[in-house]
């Protein structure tokens, strides 16, 4: 799978957008780009995946670049409980059901 | 509602008292796993069941064993537990295939002393 970078931390005021930047550089044409997040010490929970094209559910927007480089989940408008450490994920179908956490980005969200 | 569901949610033993952690899911999910998170090494992966009877191992299974004789549960057994697996263990379940997200349990809070 390929490798993720992400920034280590992250401040949003509340109400604003949360943009939050994923490098994957080395991307195949079939690994899907995933977003997690963990709140405090729960459970991770799954924000929305995308291949190619850009996704939008109730939780989130996922940005894809063209080249398939980068991309950058959106959170419309931040509150106080998105405050989390978020995780972009790159996996393939071929390569099971395997989850690789890296670092992710610590989302402050401020009143 | 969908979920996966851990149990105990806090555990505190003594070294080499087996134990076990139990996970299950109501979502008919063939794909289940454990994974463990310490701080500064972010989650591992321990097993990982692609279905009922067929486990396989993950980046850390040293000193844990699971099973999966029913779908929908899937338990990490502690044959002689160390203090070196304190930790922070969640389980996770999902559809077979990369293409498809994975719902994760509430975590158990293990201490071995």
């Known amino acids: 799978d390929a490798k993720t970078t992400q920034p280590p931390s992250m401040d949003c005021a509340e109400g604003r957008a949360a943009n939050l930047p994923c490098n994957h550089s080395t991307i195949s044409g079939n690994e899907y780009v995933y977003w997690y997040r963990q709140i405090h010490s729960q459970g991770p929970q799954y924000i929305i995946h995308g291949l190619k094209n850009n996704e939008t559910n109730e939780m989130a927007s996922l940005i894809i670049t063209e080249d398939r480089k980068s991309s950058t989940l959106i959170l419309p408008h931040a509150t106080l409980r998105d405050t989390a450490v978020y995780y972009c994920i790159v996996r393939g179908a071929w390569a099971g059901n395997m989850l690789t956490f890296g670092g992710g980005t610590r989302l402050m969200v401020k009143p | 509602e969908a979920q996966v569901t851990q149990n105990p949610r806090y555990l505190i033993t003594v070294t080499g008292k087996k134990l076990t952690v139990t996970c299950s899911q109501n979502?008919?999910?063939?794909?289940m796993s454990w994974y463990r998170q310490d701080p500064g090494l972010g989650l591992r992966q321990i097993y990982y069941?692609?279905?009922?009877?067929?486990?396989d191992k993950g980046d850390v299974p040293e000193g844990y064993k699971v099973s999966r004789k029913e779908k929908r549960n899937f338990p990490l057994i502690l044959e002689s537990p160390s203090p070196n697996q304190t930790s922070l263990y969640f389980c996770a379940s999902g559809r077979q295939g990369g293409s498809y997200e994975q719902y994760f349990g509430p975590g158990t809070r293990l201490t071995v002393t």
């Open positions: 979502m008919n999910h063939e794909y």
């Open positions: 069941s692609m279905n009922v009877e067929v486990t």
